[in-house]
């Protein structure tokens, strides 16, 4: 019996002291990074010879669990950790301790840590905490609370998503001041807010409440001034359709940026915004504006004519006309510029394009129906910085780019944009006697001045004035330019462009009232084109003044936005085709509003404008976007618009005219041409989801688009291959457009991206419905970058390569030519196959070789007739693929 009891009191004992002991034990979660099984084993056996009782990482959610006892601080092991080479939530490893792990263990150092490394070279200050927030209000919120909790001074930076706080520890303590912060409705690293709080926060100021401490707020812009104002990023946007795209400062009419980094989706804007930072842009020759979505599924380039050369971007399987392509939010790519436009813009001079897929707001204007396209010339002057770029291929074409940016003082900035190139070798790689590309040269030049005193007077300003100067001369190897047509029998083009022009953007913020702001904007352009192919002349002559005046504020809070103006667009034309003289006037005054509702996990934009056309009559545009959130990761956008332009059938049909096609206007008692303008509604929805794959951040986007015109002209290429015949549309036009897109990284720094494209593009005709020519119905897309760890001199390589494959396309009818002279129905699928290899030594030096059409897949006999110019059956507009083989070229940076 003494045994048993005897027994029994040891075993109370020792189930008590493992009990005792237990509650000496705790568990904790540490976010630590890692890539592999190595790692793994180094990470566990590092924590337990640190003095953890156990520890378990996991490879795929990247967390260390370890349990501790009081003698012994979660922090002495995390220490550890970094100290053998892997970042944690507390800790970054030193560079040299990284450097030396074994390639496969080299994990993505993206985590943010409380300490920068283990030398305690802290990223926050001793008074620094982690404070989530986004914009102004939240600053104004946050900083009251800091100061009503006894704090002597609060400084919130967004950009940081901390806050500097300065207070008497012996009347108030961090553990007090942050505890009213969350109060105030803003999870920090201490305390968190109630939901109810939280839920109560305008619209604006709904952070994100799963993303870590120290991650990187996307609905913040990286401003060098910290960002001290949300809202007036969009009071004063005029110079940007996206501010949450590059990170700027700005109002309805001006901003100051900065640059962010990758392409991405905007997840604020309601619709479906791609943001293309400058940095993509570098992975591709990019030498102007047409060669900028190299690596961008969403739009697709193609060559529109033989002999010219000329490219043309489609978007939702339209034309380049139906999308509103501005610069600084200010119309650029239209009218007589439509044909050529875009080899206006150097590649290198570009910092940001904002793409939007569907109607886009209703403040920028009325003839945006498939979409915008806005570029952000180069402005960021936080220190000057003068860049050099010299870009050569081997079939005899050359461009130099020189940019200077530079800070005049606190207020005033300044930007020189400098860009000459020159095609000099004959090349004709089908040996059709004909240039594959046009010879000639082009000088431009742009200044840019900049005022930024939004923060004091509330008032800021944004100048520019561009010239270009562009003379291509192409056809018959041979001809010469300066002798007349007449007098020669080798046919010849020649296309001679001067464009100038001046533009002004300003905007006040009201003080007191950062929500409110007047943008006001205005631009003067000239265009003149000299032009003749063969015996065909064209020349044509443009003025444009543009002025949109624009007043945003709040309904009560800013969760109720409205957006209120009025805009006055004139151009005038006057156009010589052969013997026929075209001049007219447009002269449209207009008016518009926009509403913005945001809620908890929705965002809806709805607008609309009057505007009173003298050509086109009276035109009412409304458009709506909606954004519904049903988690941080998973976006549903829904879209509906009208929109309505004035067709230019010669400048926007001069990829036929290097043919003998008759032009033949039907016309419809119309005021321009005789014809009706174009009106159409289009209507979207997409759904966006992000996920972990790899360990990695992935992003799913599928999205559909329908146009549905009302009114079109169509251009009809079929009706005989003599005739090229413009005429309303009598019945119906409209387009399908589908995209699935997948971005996703399999292992460190090597970026995936898969694109899969159908198009179903069908109009009534004169003689029937038929699928709109040279639209392929399936296209198919890959794009694949990688790029080598950073050395300690910042040198690194990049590795970028794309495959587009295009499906098979309809060609117009030529059943009545000779055989010899007869397309088939459909052209054959291809694939186009463009590389880059770049190395950067360092911050400062880089050099890239790169490769285009590296599969050499050309349309064979792309010019009709190429032996008969001046005869009957001669076509240089039936161009479905590329005209040249493979061509390789390379580029130097230098940034002094």
Sequence with gaps: MKLYITKVILGSLFLLS??????????????VKGNCEMCKERIETTAKKAGA?????SIDSQTLTIETSEKISPEEILKKVAEAGHDNEKFKASDEVYQKLPGCCHYERDLKTENSTIENHHSKGENEFFVKGNCESCKARIEKAAKSA??????????????????DSSKTSADQILKKIAEAGHDNEKYKTTADVYKKLPGCCLYDRDSEFGEKNENVHSDHSDNKSEEKQHHTDVSSHDSHATGEKNIEGVMIMGSKAATSISKKEAGLVFNIDSKELLKAACCNLSESFETNATVDVSFSNAVTGTKQLKMLGLDQKYTSLTKEL????????SAYGLNFIPGRWIESIQLTKGGSTVTNGYESITGQINTEFLKNAEKQETSLNIFADFNGRAEVNITNVSKIND??????????????????????SFLDRPKGTQINAAYLLNYNDLESSGLGSHFGINFIKDERTAGQIGFDKKLPQSEQSLYGVGIDISRFQVWNKTGYVFKGKPY???????????????????LRNYSGQQHTYYSNLIFESILGNTNHKYKAGASFLYDGYEENYLVDNFKRNEIVPGIFAEYTLTGLKYTLVAGARADFHNLAGTQFTPRLNFKYDFTPQTILRLSAGRGFRTANVFAES????????????????????GLRPEIAWNYGVSLQQEFKIFGK????????????????????????????SFYNLDGKSFANSFQTQWDFTPFKNFDVRLAYKYYDVQADYLDGRREVPFMAKHRGFLNLAYATNKNKNEGFWSFDTTLNWVGKQRLPNTSSNPAEFQLPMYSESYAVLNAQISRNFNKKLRAYLGGENLTSYHQENAIMDFRNPFGNYFDGGMVYAPIMKANFYVGFDVTF
């Design 18 to 31: 493992t009990f005792v002991s237990a509650q000496n034990l705790s568990k904790n979660q540490f976010k």
């Design 53 to 57: 009782k156990s520890a378990q990482y």
């Design 150 to 167: 006894g704090a002597n001074s609060a400084e919130w930076s967004a950009e940081k998503q901390t806050v500097v706080l300065d207070f």
């Design 330 to 337: 200010l119309p650029e790519i239209r009218g007589l510029a």
């Design 411 to 432: 207020k005033w900035s300044q930007t020189f944009l400098l860009h000459g190139n020159g095609t000099f070798g004959d090349t004709d790689m089908n040996d059709d």
């Design 516 to 534: 409110q702001s007047l943008g006001w904007m205005n631009q003067y352009v000239y265009h003149q084109q000299d032009s003749f192919f063969g």
């Design 654 to 673: 001069q990829q036929y005219f290097a043919s003998n096609r008759n032009i033949q206007i039907l016309q419809n008692g119309g005021d321009i041409y």
């Design 697 to 724: 951040k992935s992003t799913i986007v599928a999205d559909f688009f329908r146009t549905d015109f009302q009114d079109q002209v169509l251009v009809d290429l079929d009706r005989s291959p003599q005739q090229l």
